[in-house]
């Protein structure tokens, strides 16, 4: 009787278009441009050490790395 008139493929249709509805791509939660931008700096300020630390490495060779210094009593 239901397929004389024709609910079930009307219902296994509905059932397919929902279910292709739920595996659609939603829009994508993109982070703010402020936070990309400081992302970018943080990774260029990286690459940029590495490249001066090739270049010029007594600089950071001459830099203080805090040391321990024995450490004269008060007379």
């Not at 609910?7 to 994508?28: A, V």
């Amino acid at each position: 009787m239901w397929q004389e008139i024709g609910l079930i493929d009307f219902i296994q249709i509905d059932l397919l278009t929902k279910i292709d509805k739920i595996m659609e791509p939603q829009k994508k939660n993109k982070p703010n441009s402020l936070v990309l931008i400081l992302f970018a700096l943080v990774v260029l300020m990286i690459i940029i050490y590495f490249i001066l630390v090739m270049f010029f490495p007594t600089v950071f060779d001459l830099m203080n790395t805090g040391d321990i210094k024995p450490v004269s009593p008060d007379n």
